[in-house]
């Protein structure tokens, strides 16, 4: 912190007392400037997030003091933004000036333009992701416009580039009009190899997406819904390990069928779940009703076969999985004890889960969440560095469902069979094995597809 002291109306020694008294730790004192009335001094103080504005509050109340300026280390990393662009090769004469720009560069213009595939080897489309929102669904903060949303996408950026070397670049857009996000996206599009859709709201990330799969010919992929699905599915895998159940027999109630818990849903259905109930509003979904939300009405025709209704409490009986992807206290201890042996549940709802780990764990064989500090995170970040490599690499055309599924297995198999219990079923974000596993998996699966139209040299 900043702060301007009066001397003639308060000593440095109150104001060390009063952040000590508030809960922060002085390490550091450095006079920005003195007089004979007043001095100037940046303050460097420990403390814990909850701390914060209880210290700041405690000295502005002082009379004497004003607080100009208060930083943190998270505020400091993200001055300028977090990212910047670098060449990949020096200008330093004439003749390397003439190479990468004018006049050289128009023969690899032409060439281009002769063969437009050839825009993927000779630009940055190769290996570049555009991270795009509207800024209506960022983390938990909600619908906080696209000026507020731009920090989040720069950390994705980072973590493309850090974990996966994919260059990627954040836009977000001042429009909530999916038909504008489509035809901005598409206009764009040339620049990049893949399109990354990230915190839009549904059912706009529905449209939006959807579109997008269909009107480009790279891939798009809203990791919202499709990176929590694939890891959801590859800690589900290794949860079902350790139980000794195989997914094809299992009951699963899914809560909260919004844009990862559509995902989910589908993607559990293609991997070949027993039986699923996808519960919202309305209370379990089923087929002979007709629902106001598009995607309702697509799960309610494909799930519940036995058409099941009411809450969670009336559908979860015999369960052998909960899955929850909606908002706290959807799951009750009882409703734990009424489902089958060896209970999983991934109440991934963020931040606060649909029942807190501490209620649930005496009743359950296996519990995950969307947080860090609790074993087992359902965390996008094991699916998207990995999964973009691998659809870069081989210059797919989609991601489809058969590419997502390799990369939950992939993120699966990290965890090995002696490493495998019941509070690690899924790897750290930080293991350096997962994006080259589903890098390789994604191609894999692409090939065996058709979508890839290039086969990285170590497939071939």
């Known amino acids: 912190m900043r702060i301007e002291m009066d001397k003639t109306k308060v ?3 109150q104001v060390i007392s009063e952040i000590t008294n508030a809960g922060g730790d002085v390490v550091a004192i450095d006079v920005v400037s003195a007089g004979k009335d007043s001095d100037t001094r940046d303050i460097t103080v420990n403390l814990t997030d909850a701390d914060y ?47 990468v720009y004018t006049p050289g560069v128009a023969r690899v213009c032409m060439a281009i333009h002769e063969d437009p595939n050839k825009a993927f080897s000779l630009t ?55 038909e504008e996000i489509i035809r901005t996206v598409k206009l764009i599009s040339p620049a990049f190899g893949g399109i990354n859709l990230e915190d839009i ?48 027999q299992v009951k699963v109630v899914l809560v909260g069928c919004g844009a990862a818990g559509t995902a989910c849903s589908k993607i559990l259905l293609s991997a070949g779940v027993g039986e699923l109930i996808c519960v919202d509003r309305p209370g379990a ?18 799930t519940n076969p036995k058409g099941l209704r009411g809450g969670v409490p009336e559908v979860i009986g015999g369960a052998d999985v909960f899955i929850g992807v909606s908002r706290p206290g959807v799951l009750k201890v009882d409703d734990i004890r009424k489902m089958a042996a060896d209970p999983i549940v991934f109440a991934m709802a963020n931040p606060e889960p649909e029942i807190s780990p501490e209620a649930a764990e005496p009743h359950v064989r296996i519990m995950a969440t969307g947080r860090g500090d609790y074993p087992n995170q359902i965390n996008n970040v094991l699916c998207f560095p990995g999964m973009f490599r691998g659809a870069l690499d081989c210059r797919a055309r989609t991601i489809n469902e058969e590419m997502k599924i390799a990369a939950a297995r992939a993120i699966a198999s990290v965890v090995t069979d002696d490493e495998l219990n019941e509070a690690y079923i899924i790897p750290s974000t930080f293991n350096d094995k997962v994006v080259d596993r589903v890098s390789r998996a994604v191609v894999q699966a692409a090939l065996a597809t058709g979508v890839a139209r290039r086969v990285p040299k170590e497939f071939r």
């Open 53 to 99: 504005d209880k210290v700041v509050d405690a000295l502005r109340a002082v009379h004497g003091i004003r607080v100009v300026n208060v930083s943190d280390r998270t505020f400091l990393v993200h001055l300028g933004g977090k990212i910047e662009m670098q060449p990949k090769v020096k200008i330093v004469n004439r003749d390397d000036l003439s190479r």
């Open 124 to 178: 940055i489309k190769r290996n570049t992701v555009a991270v795009v929102s509207d800024g209506t669904a960022v983390l938990g903060l909600g619908d906080i416009g696209p000026h507020a949303a731009m920090p989040v996408m720069e950390g994705k950026a980072m973590l493309f580039k850090q974990l996966a070397g994919v260059d990627a670049f954040p836009i977000c857009l001042d429009t909530k009009d999916p």
């Open 11 to 13: 000593g440095f020694a």
């Open 285 to 302: 979904l089923v087929k002979d009703e007709t629902y106001e939300i598009d995607n309702w009405n697509w799960l309610a025709q494909r």
């Open 201 to 248: 709201g549904s059912p706009h990330c529905f449209v939006v997406e959807e579109r997008l799969k269909q009107e480009l010919d790279i891939p798009v992929f809203h990791d919202d819904q499709h990176g929590t699905a694939v890891v959801m599915l590859a800690g589900l895998l290794n949860a079902l390990k350790i139980v000794g159940k195989p997914i094809e």
